[in-house]
């Protein structure tokens, strides 16, 4: 049986912090993007559309709503490319990135400027039950329809109705500190 004395938990242990530089800062964007930085996120490419109208956008946004009944949460900024896409297609794919996959990663985030149908170049692409394209390998994939869009602020929040998944398996790849990280 565990007995807990009440005193041994009503005062918190306060202890200065030694060793290393603290900023308080205000809340502003850059404070929020700085400290969000310091979050590791597993990396997810969000796709949507058909032919010359695909696009895409890598994300560490990406999560589970709900199990039951299977829905996806995404924040995806309303000035990307891929926002439009969505908002008309109706659907989008959550690919979960593997290590393997990280150039498919700076692709989709917009790394050499590459837009569009030209991020899908260079990997094997599929269909689901939406029709948003689903990468072949990734470690995981959602297909979604769209259930509803929120717009706040400067992003939409898109919740999906899940109605396939592929599993491939493999480690996925989380993003901190602005540098990606193979889970092993």
């Known amino acids: 049986m565990n007995v807990f004395v009440a005193s041994e938990f009503s005062e918190p242990r306060l202890r200065p912090v030694r060793d290393r530089a603290v900023s308080d800062r205000p809340a502003d964007a850059a404070g929020l993007k700085d400290a969000l930085r310091t979050l590791g996120g597993g990396v997810s490419v969000i796709t949507a559309g058909e032919g010359a109208e695909r696009s895409g956008a890598t994300v560490t946004s990406a999560t589970a709503l709900s199990v039951d009944p299977p829905r996806m949460l995404v924040s995806l900024n309303r000035s990307s490319s891929t926002w439009p896409v ?91 500190n602005g540098k990606y990280h193979a889970v092993t």
Do not use: M
């Open 86 to 176: 969505v908002e008309r297609y109706r659907h989008f794919a959550v690919n979960v990135i593997g290590a393997a996959h990280q150039d498919i990663a700076n692709r989709f985030a917009g790394v050499g400027g590459l837009k569009g149908p030209e991020r899908y170049v260079g990997a094997e692409w599929t269909r689901l039950a939406s029709g948003a394209p689903v990468l072949e390998d990734a470690v995981a994939a959602l297909d979604c329809e769209v259930e509803e869009a929120i717009e706040r602020h400067s992003h939409v929040i898109l919740i999906g109705r899940v109605l396939s998944i592929r599993l491939s398996g493999g480690s996925s790849l989380l993003y901190q």
